[in-house]
């Protein structure tokens, strides 16, 4: 099997021929293309160019991405993270009484983000599984908050746990967010079919108890990309439609340093899967590794590291950001555009 992976550009110059990356800011002339061999054909460099693509591949790659509970996906979008739990790696403990996550909420839409994603349950790596009551506990309760308090941005719900997205979707959330890739809970994907929601699948290898020691793959881009069609799939056949779902390689959950940044440099072959690409590296430990100095062992010291990350996603036509530092993303995400799209507006 082939697999096509559009060398994704944003000058501001597109030369005949040039197609749109998903309806998106980049676009695409030349597609490189891979095999499981590890060997590129089709040219020296393994380069064909956009006009000798199959029709479906590319009809996939170019194709707008449908609107996301109400957001356009003609640019980026950010979902601020907002943990509701005692326990994660980053900002566990901070925002688990709810003044201080409606807070933090209110503060994260101010600053620009354009979905909460809200978690109840950590999946960081080692830790154990939530019981879903509690995790009912941790997050209805801050969602019914945020919607009656009148919070314009969407919701989404970070669990694996159709009672808890059941609930979660009750008090008014909007998308649901699975770092299992529906394969977890067997009733959950009947769940987000019934409810007529997105979803967003998110590829992991192990469990978050495990997916840290030792993780293999044959070709990680490749083995990711085979994962979520499989998983994308099953969707459809629980009778969730592709344009209610949302791709994303899940960087860091089972992978090593190495993994991570082959994903990253691939991102654009994502594309191919004709869904919206969301992209959740902030903070994670191999921003730390990578920066050394105090982000090795502190969480909150990775900001920058993280941001140069998101702006690789960008310019690889990644639709949603899955960040803690909201202010200082979108800022970024402001000047990037400005500078490198010539937009002065988002
Ligand atoms: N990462 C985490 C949790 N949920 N969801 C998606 N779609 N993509 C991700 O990369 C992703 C995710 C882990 O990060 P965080 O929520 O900050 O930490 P914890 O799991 O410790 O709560």
Redesign the pocket.
Known sequence: MDYYRPVAMTDAVRPAGALPLAGGWCWFDRVEVLTRAGVTRAGARGLVAAADLPDAVRARLTAPRPALAGLTLDRPRLMG?L?V?P??????GRFDAPEAALAHARAMVEAGADIL?I?G????PG?ADVEPGEEIRRTAPVIRALVAGGLAAPISI?TRKSEVARAALDAGARIV?D?AALGYDPDLAALVAARAVPV?L?HAQGT?ATMQADPRYDDVLLDVYDFLAARIAAAEAAGIPRDRIVV?P????GKTVAHNLALIRGLSLFHGLGCAV???????RFIGMLAGGAAEGQADRRGPGTIAVTLAGLAQGVQIH?V?DTLETRQALRLWQAATLGEEET
């Open positions: 993270i943990n739990t326990d994660s790696f980053s900002d566990g994603d978690g349950e950590s999946t960081r830790s970070d967010n770092v967003c998110m978050p994303d899940g960087i860091g959950f969301l992209l959740g590296a902030s903070r994670k899955r803690h």
